[in-house]
């Protein structure tokens, strides 16, 4: 089995920063794997944040958050972050990370096999 733990999402005002981490754990999860972010916010279905192969070397974005959010991770600690700039009310949203058996990057949902339970970001104005 896999998990995958979201944390540092919260409150913060339009113009912000906040980097959120996905911690991966289980017997069966490999550093082989590449991870994903994605969000959903009220009303609105979960949508592609941004994604990173299993080496780091390949990143991808979703065009709403490029030049904004940075993706990157440590496979020593396995470890994926989400670094989020110039935060506006349109990124509020629950944010969720997910983990590929497929090691290139990987836009669609569908090829995800694990997904964390979520963690909230709200920006205020």
């Known amino acids: 089995q896999v998990q995958l733990v979201e944390s540092g999402g919260g409150l913060v005002q339009a113009g912000g920063s906040l980097r959120l981490s996905c911690a991966a754990s289980?017997?069966?999860?490999?550093?082989?794997?590449?991870m994903g972010w994605f969000r959903q916010a009220p009303v609105k279905e979960r949508e592609f944040v941004g994604a990173?192969?299993?080496?780091?070397?390949?990143?991808e974005y979703a065009d709403s958050v490029k030049g904004r959010f940075t993706v990157s991770r440590d496979n020593g600690k396995i470890t994926v972050y989400l670094q989020m700039n110039s935060l506006n009310l349109e990124d509020t949203a629950v944010y969720y990370c997910?983990?590929?058996?497929?090691?290139?990057?990987?836009?669609?949902?569908?090829?995800?096999?694990?997904w964390g339970q979520g963690t909230q970001v709200t920006v205020s104005s």
């Open positions: 997910a983990a590929s058996r497929n090691p290139r990057v990987v836009r669609r949902q569908a090829e995800y096999d694990y």
């Open positions: 289980g017997r069966t999860f490999r550093s082989s794997y590449s």
């Open positions: 990173i192969n299993w080496s780091g070397d390949f990143i």
